[in-house]
């Protein structure tokens, strides 16, 4: 069982010292681990905090040019894009298609939310110490939903940290939209039963890293060790023993 690629990896373009690395580094990490293909994958555009900037894309371009040169890894362009009102938008624009690769896509709690409503219905609502109310569950669960019907998302990174849905209505809409549901190095927030009718059903599984520094590119332990605990088919990980391809949504 081997890991072909990882398709979540961070850099020093999620700013203020959030991602460690430069492209190269993470490229070089992969390559000595035997990868074929990673992503660049900052945070996306709209995070307060640690957003990758528009104008900064060209230097991410030119920056993965020189890497593959280097290292021989290919090397995909994305963003991890924010989840920023209960109406399914995400930070990202119909121009950013034009250099993206990949697509990624999650909730942060410090992306900037599309307005004073959302900020209360996503951003208080999920910073509650308390369990979960069955409204709270189902508003994040439609905006996830809205999100995986409006955009051409390839990958729903961490599903369920922070923001607690309904795991198999969001995974049985990613299987019908083509998205690839993560299996994160660091943090899989879904039960054991819900992973395996998840597998049941068909959805498509992916394992990524999760890096934000260039030593952990390729670190899948977490959910490599889940996939044989549970046996969870190797046909439906996209990314071990083949490659994925991810290009097919944008034509």
Known sequence: MILYGDYHTHTKYSR???GKGSVLE???????KGLKQIAITDH????????V???????????????KEVTGVDILLGVEANLI???GKID??????????????????????????????????????????????????????????????????????????DTLAVARMAKEKGTLVELNGKRINFTDRELEIMAAEGVKFIVNSDAHRPEMVGECNNAMNLIFRLGLPISQIVNIDKLPKFSTKRG
Do not use: W
């Not at 993470?26 to 000595?32: G, I, L, P, T």
């Not at 555009?45 to 640690?50: E, I, P, R, V």
């Not at 599309?114 to 996503?122: F, G, H, N, R, Y």
């Not at 996830?144 to 990174?157: N, R, S």
């Open 26 to 32: 993470n490229a070089s990490v992969a390559q000595s």
């Open 16 to 18: 203020h010292n959030h």
């Open 92 to 165: 990202v624009i119909e121009s950013d298609f034009e250099f993206l690769d990949i697509l990624l896509m999650g909730y942060h709690c410090m992306a900037k939310m599309s307005s004073m409503s959302d900020v209360q219905k996503l951003f208080f609502a999920n910073m509650s110490p308390f369990a979960p109310s069955a409204e709270r569950v189902s508003r994040n669960t439609t905006a996830m939903l809205k999100a995986l019907d409006k955009y051409p998302i390839d990958i729903l990174t961490h599903l369920n940290y922070g923001f607690q849905t």
């Open 53 to 67: 900037r528009r104008r900064e894309i060209p230097s991410v371009k030119e920056d993965i040019l020189n890497a």
């Open 44 to 51: 996306g555009f709209d995070h307060k905090l640690y957003g």
């Open 85 to 87: 009102s209960a109406d």
